[in-house]
């Protein structure tokens, strides 16, 4: 077993700090909740009784994290305990004091922020700049100066100098690590801690989404999960200074299986150079043509796609942009990787595997196509129906997501990455493996490309079509679906597939089985209540359901109107004081939409409006009136019988049997008094006196019509106007209160 040289003082805090954490947990877990989990206290309270056996193995990990920073170097074997010298030394240094900056900032969050920002910075600055040297035999210098320049960048960048939450730091992260691997100081699993780290830091969330009900949410548990792994960055650095105690020369990893296969591997190697020296060993050659196919394959989508402006091979949406989406820093990185595979990058990557044509560089270049052919298809099978179509604009590039006709599918995408690395597989194979393979690429390819055939191209009913033809049966139903969007199908589905669809929909209508029903509510978004509206001009029973409806809502319109007019009916009728002018009781009740209007244009550049009529209007309650404009305000929800008369002088005033009663002025510009309310299609008879321009007063008369035992049955308006001077707003009935 190995040994250490804090190993025991290491392992007794570790302890006492998880069974601390244990105990306190189970008392009062929101206490310790963000000293275990930097993440607010009411993110975790959306997991209700589960958020203390979340907090535990969070607890766990950090205390063998505690553990791996406080052990110190191993003791014995080809390790050595002196301080190394030159940069080592200075680096093991610099990384001592960051893991200490890093524990202390987290078990102790410091009032004033910001000298302990800058000392993190100086020590990351320290650190950087100490590799560069360290990882001489192990990195070439340009590798060294490039994560150099990312690694003073991400620092400028947490200090406000620079973009934050970039993948900047990840450009610093990726050579180290590559470098370290490398070199034989530091061991596999002081890399592999230092790149779950790196992906845990690139996935950390930015923003917790707040959930209800309080449950298990695995969305919540991947964010903690995530945040909790941040841990590793200190355990990275404690791994990496403790083992520079090491000799360059000194191969770290204990002797055993894994031991006897690399040096069976380096002799291998060794054989294979020399052989290659004596000219026995010569890499493949690729058939010029099946190698410029493989270039082309993933180049054809993008070529389409870029074609009609669209430089993406997803889109927004799917279930890795959702997943990702709680960190700015990977929806980047993922933008990033959905602008290069649009743009024809993987083809670059199998072009330098044709060019090398090392069974390496082909092994990798297949690998990264094929993962990146399975990230687009899960996006693919996982985006909402409406972009199933193709890829589209998003709120990154600040327009709002939807289908872009002119895109290919995803899928396209991944079957020609898929292609391009079967294909660069077979042509690494050697005969007969190389006919086998290509004989499989062959296969794909057909079953990538050729469309099934339910899907195959049919023709596509345009809006155009759609304006020179009357629609009536298919037309009609595949009109409303192009034009109305009537259901949510991608753009350039053929009429067959949508025609198809509808004699479906029409089965499901006609049987009227609530579980299949609501598994279209469901599944396929339709709203079965509004269903037999979208396919009744090809479903009799759909159609049979819209006019049955619609003679019931006629029924009903027509009997509503009918009761509001035995209101109006039985309404009082005014009897004048004095002879009218003239006098009109408009016959059918009216339904203003909250208000009557007179509005006449004035000759000169005096506009109406600017009287600030409506607002005077709703001061009192109920008329306002100006230069060419008056307002008489209603109830939207209720009819109004109305009463208009006009005077040739002032007539008496009448309150009883009114609820509400106001006088306003009136200059009417041209004499033309026709009160209206353009939203409804209300227009009244002129008002005016035999068309007199000039100076009016309008006096309205307000009251309510009780009905069937209610008190707002419908309303009552009085509307008298007769020439007179004066602006002035009398109130002669105030409403009740």
Request: proline share 9%.
């Amino acid at each position: 077993m190995r040994r250490y040289r804090f190993g025991r003082i290491a392992a007794l805090v570790a302890v006492a700090y998880v069974a601390g954490v244990g105990v306190v947990v189970f008392a009062d877990w929101i206490t310790v909740a963000g000293v275990v989990v930097p993440v607010e206290p009411p993110h975790l309270m959306e997991l209700g009784p589960w958020a203390r056996w979340v907090l535990l193995p969070v607890a766990v990990l950090q205390g063998w994290a505690l553990w791996q920073v406080l052990r110190g170097p191993a003791l014995g074997g080809a390790a050595r305990v002196g301080w190394p010298g030159g940069a080592a030394g200075w680096l093991r240094v610099a990384l001592y004091a960051s893991v200490a900056h890093t524990v202390l900032l987290h078990l102790w969050p410091p009032d004033d922020a910001e000298w302990a920002i800058w000392t993190g910075a100086l020590v990351r600055l320290a650190v950087v700049g100490l590799y560069v040297p360290v990882l001489a035999a192990s990195l070439p210098r340009w590798a060294r100066l490039g994560a150099l320049v990312a690694g003073v960048a991400a620092v400028a960048a947490d200090l406000g100098y620079g973009p934050a939450d970039t993948p900047i730091w990840l450009l610093w992260a990726v050579p180290v690590l590559v470098g370290q691997a490398r070199d034989p100081r530091w061991s596999r699993g002081t890399v592999w801690t230092g790149a779950i780290f790196a992906a845990a830091w690139l996935l950390r969330p930015t923003s917790f989404a707040i959930r209800f009900p309080r449950e298990l949410d695995p969305g919540l548990l991947f964010e903690v999960a995530v945040v909790a792994l941040g841990a590793l960055g200190a355990v990275w650095e404690a791994r990496a200074a403790h083992e520079l105690t090491r000799p360059p020369e000194t191969e770290p990893r204990p002797a055993g299986a894994r031991s006897r296969m690399a040096e069976a591997r380096s002799r291998m190697a060794e054989a294979r150079s020399r052989m290659a020296e004596a000219g026995a060993v010569r890499r493949p050659s690729f058939p010029l043509p099946l190698a410029a196919v493989a270039v082309a394959l993933p180049l054809i989508p993008v070529a389409v796609n870029l074609v009609h402006g669209v430089p993406r091979a997803i889109g927004p949406g799917g279930a890795v942009a959702d997943l990702l989406r709680v960190s700015d820093r990977a929806s980047l990185a993922w933008y990033g990787l959905d602008l290069l595979l649009g743009v024809g990058a993987p083809a670059l990557l199998v072009l330098a595997a044709v060019a090398r044509r090392t069974r390496t560089a082909v092994r990798v270049a297949a690998v990264a196509l094929l993962g990146c052919a399975a990230l687009v298809a899960v996006s693919a099978l996982t985006l909402p129906p409406a972009r199933l179509g193709g890829t589209g604009p998003d709120l990154v590039l600040g327009e709002p997501p939807g289908p872009d006709p002119a895109a290919l599918p995803p899928l396209w995408h991944a079957a020609a990455l898929t292609a391009a690395a079967l294909l660069l597989l077979a042509l690494q194979a050697g005969s007969p493996r190389r006919h086998t393979l290509l004989a499989a690429t062959a296969a794909a390819l057909a079953l990538c490309f050729l469309p099934a055939a339910d899907l195959a191209p049919g023709k596509v009913t345009t809006a155009e079509d759609c304006a020179r033809a009357p629609r009536t049966g298919e037309r009609a139903y595949l009109c409303a679906i192009r034009v109305d969007a009537t259901l949510d199908v991608a753009a350039g589905t053929p009429d067959h597939v949508l025609l198809a669809r509808g004699r479906r929909l029409c089965a499901v209508h006609a049987r009227q089985d609530p579980a299949e029903l609501g598994r279209l509510r469901s599944e396929e978004g339709v709203d079965p209540e509004r269903l037999p509206w979208v396919i009744d001009d090809i479903c009799p029973s759909a159609h049979a359901a819209v006019v049955a409806a619609e003679t019931a809502e006629e029924v009903e319109y027509e009997q509503s109107q009918a009761e509001e007019q035995r209101k109006c009916d039985a309404a009082p009728r005014h009897r004048p004081l004095i002879m009218p002018a003239k006098a009109l009781r408009v016959k059918e009740p009216q339904w203003p939409d909250g208000s009557l209007s007179l509005f006449e244009a004035v000759g000169d550049s005096f506009d109406p409006l600017s009287q600030g009529v409506f607002s005077k209007a709703l001061a009192n309650g109920l008329v306002a009136g100006g230069r060419g404009h008056l307002v008489i305000l209603t109830h939207s929800d209720a009819h109004a019988c109305v009463t208009l008369e006009t005077y040739a002088r002032r007539p008496p005033v009448e309150t009883g049997g009114w609820e509400h009663v106001v006088e306003v002025g009136y200059d009417s510009p041209a004499g033309d008094l026709r009160l209206r309310d353009d939203l409804s299609g209300i227009v009244l008879p002129d008002l005016s006196l035999r068309g007199r321009p000039g100076h009016y007063r309008v006096r309205v008369h307000f009251a309510w019509l009780p009905w069937n035992g209610g008190r707002y049955g419908t309303q009552r308006l009085l509307v008298m106007a007769y020439p007179g001077d004066g602006d002035d707003v009398r109130t002669y009935q105030a409403p009740p209160p």
